[in-house]
């Protein structure tokens, strides 16, 4: 008996040995992931302060179109020098190469000739210039480039080509998607070709980021009912063909949708469909 008890002894100190070396190697390799945790955060941050300070685009044009007049309803002014947006990006963009720079520069360069091309009523001319500018700007320029679609797209709406017009500002908004002029002017566009229910959402968009924005206020404001009323004759029209197709099936046992009559449970709001004569 004492021969077990000292084994049972031996077994429970070699046990608890065993468990406090586990107990102290899982809280070292605890220490050691929150260090080098720590120190990757440190390692970011560090990373996106430099990226952030660092210079990576090329100066605004000091002799840019004006913004868009009053008199434009929806930001169909002048092509752009800049970007005119909220700052979209949650993380700052990379660092562009010296040769990305060049490329820029090249890009802004011909910018620079299409929006004189435009200002001089030359439109056609003025979207091969931008067109230009886009094949040399790098893809990295997201901000720069989202500014040479948008323009291409003031030179549609000057031509009257909506549908072209709205195509290049989802290319600008696919790169910066808080472009305030860019959802303008394809509200504009939009409303042009009939498609309220998006020139409307694009409007409640700009308000969304910018609620002070008369002309997207304007817009709302006009769009709204047009397109509340257009909804209720959408439902009301395919109510109607739904009621059709139910006459038509219930037709062959000699019932009609007149037969069934929804009520409305006014304390849960669920609806009970019953038969009548």
Same mark, same amino acid.
């Given at each position: 008996?004492?021969?077990?008890?000292?084994?049972?002894?031996?077994?429970?100190?070699?046990?608890?040995?065993?468990?406090?070396?586990? #107990?102290?190697?899982? %809280?070292?390799?605890?220490?050691?992931?929150?260090?080098?945790?720590?120190?990757?955060?440190?390692?970011?941050?560090?990373?996106?302060?430099?990226?952030?300070?660092?210079?990576?685009?090329?100066?605004?044009?000091?002799?840019?179109?004006?913004?868009?007049?009053?008199?434009?309803?929806?930001?169909? +002014?002048?092509?752009?020098?800049?970007?005119?947006?909220? &700052?979209?990006?949650?993380?700052?963009?990379?660092?562009?190469?010296? @040769?990305?720079?060049?490329? @820029?520069?090249?890009?802004?360069?011909? %910018?620079?000739? +299409?929006?004189?091309?435009?200002?001089?009523?030359?439109?056609?001319?003025?979207? +091969?210039?931008?067109?230009?500018? @886009?094949?040399?700007?790098?893809?990295?320029?997201?901000?720069?480039?989202?500014?040479?679609?948008?323009?291409? !797209?003031?030179?549609?709406?000057?031509?009257?080509?909506?549908?072209?017009?709205?195509?290049?500002?989802?290319?600008? #908004?696919?790169?910066?998607?808080?472009?305030?002029?860019?959802?303008?002017?394809?509200?504009? !566009?939009?409303?042009?070709?009939?498609? #309220?229910?998006?020139?409307?959402?694009?409007?409640?968009?700009?308000?969304?980021?910018? &609620?002070?924005?008369?002309?997207?206020?304007?817009?709302?404001?006009?769009?709204? &009912?047009? $397109?509340?009323?257009?909804?209720?004759?959408?439902?009301?029209?395919?109510?109607?063909?739904?009621?059709?197709? +139910?006459?038509? $099936? #219930?037709?062959?046992?000699?019932?009609?949708?007149?037969?069934?009559?929804?009520?409305?449970?006014?304390?849960?709001?669920?609806?009970?469909?019953?038969?009548?004569?």
């Amino acid at each position: 008996m004492v021969l077990i008890e000292d084994i049972t002894e031996q077994e429970a100190e070699r046990e608890a040995a065993e468990a406090a070396a586990k #107990l102290a190697a899982d %809280k070292a390799a605890a220490e050691a992931a929150a260090k080098a945790e720590a120190a990757t955060k440190a390692a970011a941050e560090a990373a996106r302060q430099a990226s952030a300070s660092a210079t990576t685009a090329v100066p605004q044009d000091a002799a840019a179109q004006p913004e868009a007049s009053s008199s434009d309803a929806a930001g169909e +002014g002048g092509a752009d020098g800049a970007a005119v947006s909220s &700052p979209a990006e949650t993380q700052p963009p990379r660092e562009l190469t010296d @040769l990305e720079k060049e490329q @820029l520069a090249q890009a802004e360069a011909l %910018k620079k000739e +299409g929006n004189e091309m435009y200002s001089q009523g030359r439109c056609e001319d003025a979207l +091969g210039k931008y067109a230009t500018a @886009l094949e040399a700007a790098p893809e990295a320029a997201t901000q720069q480039r989202a500014v040479l679609h948008c323009n291409r !797209a003031a030179c549609h709406i000057k031509q009257e080509q909506w549908a072209e017009a709205a195509q290049e500002c989802s290319a600008a #908004l696919e790169l910066d998607s808080k472009y305030i002029k860019a959802l303008l002017r394809r509200c504009t !566009a939009y409303e042009k070709l009939d498609d #309220l229910e998006r020139a409307l959402a694009d409007a409640e968009k700009v308000l969304e980021l910018e &609620p002070g924005n008369s002309a997207a206020g304007q817009v709302a404001k006009r769009l709204t &009912p047009v $397109v509340v009323e257009r909804r209720e004759k959408l439902k009301d029209e395919m109510m109607g063909k739904l009621k059709d197709l +139910g006459n038509m $099936v #219930l037709g062959k046992f000699g019932l009609s949708v007149d037969n069934f009559k929804a009520e409305q449970d006014p304390s849960t709001g669920s609806y009970s469909i019953k038969f009548q004569q």
